[in-house]
């Protein structure tokens, strides 16, 4: 954690360094607020969805075959194409809003590439975008997907530097990595019954310059037939020190309804 840590301390002073005077302003120094705790939560859901669906596509052992029977339904086109050891694998959502299962919609590609070394203990997947939008959200950039087994549960570490803009032309910038253990489910073939234990830590850079840097308190919980987040802690803070946030998810059940706290201040939010 230390080293992730530091990792991710020397990425926000890049981000920081890179921010020209006309791309910071004053603005950054007021106070964190709801709005821009629920931007961030969006893209959290992005970061969900990729991850779970980069780890199960890259299982699939044969050409013919998709790792997430049902969750795309009948709009996604998987293809693979291989060159030695290596294989290429395209989830293809198409040029019209395809509803995954847990209701969220994606369009374009998602390109993956691995080898097939599938019964190693240790496995290194790397993933990229083309065209591809998430609830309307344009997605760009990739890394890599690190997976191996913990406590007999698939784990994986997602690395994340993308670029996301809004439907209105509002840009976002992400770095950092997300844990997500596969914690039920990952013996059946039915996507219903998966849940997911996630920690991590992540920097977000905000239109404005306003940095924020967000670290898992204890494990959100993701179910894989719901669009929310259903259980877990995560923290706030901001790169200028000018406030902290705290958001609760609460206590398992599918809805959109959490807890957040501005410097110690709770309110019940809807996300």
């Known amino acids: 954690m230390k080293t992730t840590i530091t990792a991710l301390a020397i990425v926000l002073l890049?981000?920081?360094?890179?921010?020209?005077?006309?791309?910071?302003?004053?603005?950054r120094y007021y106070p964190m607020n709801f709005t821009d705790l629920v931007a961030n939560y969006g893209l959290d859901n992005i970061a969900d969805?990729?991850?779970?669906?980069?780890?199960?596509?890259?299982?699939?052992?044969?050409?013919?075959?998709?790792?997430?029977?049902?969750?795309f339904g009948d709009c996604a086109q998987v293809t693979t194409t291989i060159s030695g050891n290596t294989w290429t694998?395209?989830?293809?959502?198409?040029?019209?809003?395809c509803t995954l299962a847990n209701a969220n919609t994606v369009r374009g590609k998602i390109i993956l590439t691995f080898s097939d070394d599938f019964t190693a203990d240790v496995r290194a997947i790397k993933y990229r975008f083309e065209n591809f939008y998430h609830n309307n959200r344009l997605v760009q950039g990739g890394s890599d997907l690190g997976k191996t087994t913990v406590n007999g549960h698939p784990m994986a570490t997602l690395t994340l530097n993308w670029t996301i803009t809004t439907p209105n032309g509002i840009v976002f910038r992400r770095v950092g990595q997300r844990?997500?253990?596969?914690?039920?489910?990952?013996?059946?073939?039915?996507?219903?019954?998966?849940?997911?234990?996630i920690t991590g830590s992540w920097i977000t850079a905000f239109p404005n310059g306003i940095v924020h840097i967000s670290t898992i308190n204890s494990p959100l919980v993701v179910q894989g037939d719901c669009a929310h987040i259903v259980r877990g802690t995560m923290k706030f803070m901001r790169d200028n020190s000018s406030g902290s946030g705290l958001l609760d998810?609460?206590?398992?059940?599918?809805?959109?309804?959490?807890?957040?706290?501005i410097n110690g201040s709770p309110s019940a939010i809807g996300l």
């Open 49 to 71: 969805d990729v991850s779970f669906m980069v780890q199960a596509e890259s299982e699939a052992v044969t050409t013919t075959e998709t790792g997430q029977p049902g969750f």
């Open 179 to 197: 844990l997500r253990e596969f914690t039920v489910g990952y013996d059946t073939l039915d996507w219903s019954d998966n849940q997911f234990a």
């Open 14 to 27: 890049l981000f920081v360094a890179g921010c020209s005077k006309g791309e910071r302003d004053d603005s």
């Open 89 to 97: 694998r395209v989830i293809d959502f198409g040029n019209a809003d």
């Open 249 to 261: 998810y609460g206590n398992g059940s599918c809805d959109n309804q959490a807890t957040l706290y």
